[in-house]
T-cell receptor, first 111, second 111 residues
Framework: SQTIHQWPATLVQPVGSPLSLECTVE??????LYWYRQAAGRGLQLLFYSVGIGQISSEVPQNLSASRPQDRQFILSSKKLLLSDSGFYLC??????????FGPGTRLTVT | GENVEQHPSTLSVQEGDSAVIKCTYSDSASNYFPWYKQELGKGPQLIIDIRSNVGEKKDQRIAVTLNKTAKHFSLHITETQPEDSAVYFCAASISNYQLIWGAGTKLIIKP
């Protein structure tokens, strides 16, 4: 069966510091991969999605970037965090039939 | 642009009663409509979905109905239990890869 992992689970970072969040999927090949952000008590905002290695589509212009160095690995990065980057970051995968399956999330607090 | 409206934002029901959450979508090309349940501090979990060639789908106490003419779909939970308390999100497909999300409904089950 398929499993999706995210780490770290929680992260507290100062403003201006770099960020790297990692997501990996097991048990499937060539998944579509997604990064979402969720502000406290709010809905899901799609940040990036990828349909293959090296193929990244950005939905929201901001100081975040994403990379997909391997088929089942998706990384979210920032060179300099802002206070507004705080939130719950969710990675999801899809097998191409629309259904998206989410990881456990990373709670990021920028101080 | 495309959007999904979800109502109500908060729903409080007595344990054992039924709960209904409604969503309206704008893109007539949407053909996939999932519902997710998100418990506090966790990633959303797919609980039921429906495709445009079906009007209703049931899974034990949960059902989803779709009216393509009116462009709305609903989640029905019968015999509600305390563990049904969570935030529920609806979504609609807008391409082969993307979903557009409702803002969420906080469901509270009163004992």
């Amino acid at each position: 069966s398929q499993t999706i992992h995210q780490w770290p689970a929680t992260l507290v970072q100062p403003v201006g510091s770099p960020l790297s969040l990692e997501c990996t999927v097991e048990g499937t090949s060539n998944p579509n991969l997604y990064w979402y952000r969720q502000a406290a008590g709010r809905g899901l905002q799609l940040l990036f999605y990828s349909v293959g290695i090296g193929q990244i589509s950005s939905e929201v212009p901001q100081n975040l970037s994403a990379s997909r160095p391997q088929d089942r690995q998706f990384i979210l990065s920032s060179k300099k965090l802002l206070l507004s980057d705080s939130g719950f970051y969710l990675c999801a995968w899809s097998g191409g039939a629309h259904e998206q399956y989410f990881g456990p999330g990373t709670r990021l607090t920028v101080t | 642009g495309e959007n999904v409206e979800q109502h109500p934002s908060t729903l409080s029901v007595q344990e054992g009663d039924s709960a209904v959450i409604k969503c309206t979508y704008s893109d007539s090309a949407s053909n996939y409509f999932p519902w997710y349940k998100q418990e506090l501090g966790k990633g959303p979990q797919l609980i039921i979905d429906i495709r445009s060639n079906v009007g209703e789908k049931k899974d034990q106490r949960i059902a989803v109905t779709l009216n393509k003419t009116a462009k709305h779909f609903s989640l029905h939970i019968t015999e509600t239990q305390p563990e049904d308390s969570a935030v529920y999100f609806c979504a609609a497909s807008i391409s082969n890869y993307q979903l557009i999300w409702g803002a969420g409904t906080k469901l509270i089950i009163k004992p």
